[in-house]
T-cell receptor, first 113, second 110 residues
Framework: KAGVTQTPRYLIKTRGQQVTLSCSPISGHRSVSWYQQTPGQGLQFLFEYFSETQRNKGNFPGRFSGRQFSNSRSEMNVSTLELGDSALYLC????????????FGPGTRLTVL | DAKTTQPNSMESNEEEPVHLPCNHSTISGTDYIHWYRQLPSQGPEYVIHGLTSNVNNRMASLAIAEDRKSSTLILHRATLRDAAVYYCILRDVGANNLFFGTGTRLTVIP
């Protein structure tokens, strides 16, 4: 079974631009969560989607948004990029919410110049 | 969200057992104790989880205190591949958002 895939793996943007990151969950997984990892703040939860609906949201500004498609693939978007948005963005999928482990992708390394 | 406290770092010799402690004194009755680890340059990886009873799987064992205010992840024979940051996380039943703390960086000495 293929794992969680994220594209692109690396991305360089400049301040003020917007970016879209993509995540393909493991086949059969309906829940997709997004996390941001930075050296200063560690791993922080962004949001979770289940069956195309955002079910949980972390404490991030509205510039961070996401969506999930009917095939469970998910995208996250960051508008008006700031230098502080430079981070590793991780996507995780799971079958559903109850008890199941989350499977993480390798992440997208975003650098904002 | 209930918080966890872990030592910043620990060292272990290769092929010896490792006990990684975690304190979670404000745990609620519906919180599961999850452990994940993150190897260098990779996304986190699930290790084990439990509620009240001790748990074993192919990767590790989880020992949970009777009052559930602390737990210990046990790696029975540390290998170099086990060098990683280990995160102890409390996850409410039905919630799919993991709140990672700072974790414990485990160094395995050959």
């Amino acid at each position: 079974k293929a794992g969680v895939t994220q594209t692109p793996r690396y991305l360089i943007k400049t301040r003020g631009q917007q970016v879209t990151l993509s995540c393909s969950p493991i086949s059969g997984h309906r829940s997709v969560s997004w996390y941001q990892q930075t050296p200063g703040q560690g791993l922080q939860f962004l949001f979770e989607y289940f069956s195309e609906t955002q079910r949980n949201k972390g404490n991030f500004p509205g510039r961070f948004s996401g969506r999930q498609f009917s095939n469970s693939r998910s995208e996250m978007n960051v508008s008006t990029l700031e230098l502080g948005d430079s981070a590793l963005y991780l996507c995780a999928s799971s079958v559903d919410t109850l008890y199941n482990e989350q499977f993480f992708g390798p992440g997208t390394r975003l650098t904002v110049l | 969200d209930a918080k966890t406290t872990q030592p910043n770092s620990m060292e272990s010799n290769e092929e010896e057992p490792v006990h990684l402690p975690c304190n979670h004194s404000t745990i609620s009755g519906t919180d599961y104790i999850h452990w994940y680890r993150q190897l260098p340059s990779q996304g986190p990886e699930y290790v084990i989880h439990g509620l009240t009873s001790n748990v074993n799987n192919r990767m590790a064992s989880l020992a949970i205190a009777e009052d559930r205010k602390s737990s210990t992840l046990i790696l029975h024979r540390a290998t170099l591949r086990d060098a990683a940051v280990y995160y102890c996380i409390l996850r409410d039943v039905g919630a799919n958002n993991l709140f990672f703390g700072t974790g414990t960086r485990l160094t395995v000495i050959p």
